[in-house]
T-cell receptor, first 113, second 116 residues
Framework: DAKTTQPNSMESNEEEPVHLPCNHS???????IHWYRQLPSQGPEYVIH???SNVNNRMASLAIAEDRKSSTLILHRATLRDAAVYYC??????????????FGQGTILTVHP | NAGVTQTPKFQVLKTGQSMTLQCAQD?????MSWYRQDPGMGLRLIHY???????DQGEVPNGYNVSRSTTEDFPLRLLSAAPSQTSVYFC???????????????FGPGTRLTVL
């Protein structure tokens, strides 16, 4: 399975934008880039996903590099409720890794009031 | 929709005991999976199922069994509990991958298991 690399932790102030980076240099052409987050004592929650083009939804934006070897999750205005562990995951569409989500260590985001 | 539900929320077992963690979803999802999360770590895939009657092993399947007799339910059985199985267990579901390669996975609230 292709792996992702994320910083262990990041900090932000409330109402400021946050850019969470992810490197995935061994990504294959059919892998989707997914982001999930996990709030304390809860199950993971879907944030956003993309394949090649940048994506926006009500929670965040996803910027994907042209060569797809890296991506950035953008929270436009961080709130205290955004404090969580953020996981960047490659979702395989075929082969022996069919449909699986492989979680790494993630980035612990701390948001200061 | 209730989404993905898991029971029990908490469980304490003694070494050697067996038990079943229940997982159910009401979204008619074909794909279901079980993960475990140890303290300070990401989730690791135990078993998964792409549809009723079909299951396969994930990254850490030893000591666990699964079955998928219906689309809605995907129970996880611990055959003989060991302290190394102390963890938080999450069940997840999504639509069939073949229909939309970028399916969102929905996770349950988790079961916190302690094996003494």
């Amino acid at each position: 399975d292709a792996k992702t690399t994320q910083p262990n932790s990041m900090e932000s102030n409330e109402e400021e934008p946050v850019h969470l980076p992810c490197n995935h240099s061994t990504i294959s052409g059919t892998d989707y880039i997914h982001w999930y987050r996990q709030l304390p004592s809860q199950g993971p929650e879907y944030v956003i996903h993309g394949l090649t083009s940048n994506v926006n939804n009500r929670m965040a934006s996803l910027a994907i590099a042209e060569d797809r070897k890296s991506s950035t999750l953008i929270l436009h205005r961080a709130t205290l409720r955004d404090a969580a562990v953020y996981y960047c995951i490659l979702r395989a569409a075929g082969g022996t890794s069919y449909g699986k989500l492989t979680f790494g260590q993630g980035t612990i985001l701390t948001v200061h009031p | 929709n209730a989404g993905v539900t898991q029971t029990p929320k908490f469980q304490v077992l003694k070494t050697g005991q067996s038990m079943t963690l229940q997982c159910a979803q009401d979204m008619n999802h074909e794909y279901m999976s079980w993960y475990r999360q140890d303290p300070g770590m990401g989730l690791r895939l135990i078993h998964y199922s792409v549809g009723a009657g079909i299951t396969d092993q994930g990254e850490v399947p030893n000591g666990y069994n699964v079955s998928r007799s219906t689309t809605e339910d995907f129970p996880l059985r611990l055959l003989s509990a060991a302290p190394s199985q102390t963890s938080v267990y999450f069940c997840a579901s999504s639509r069939a991958v073949r229909l939309a390669l970028a399916n969102e996975q929905f996770f349950g609230p988790g079961t916190r298991l302690t094996v003494l």
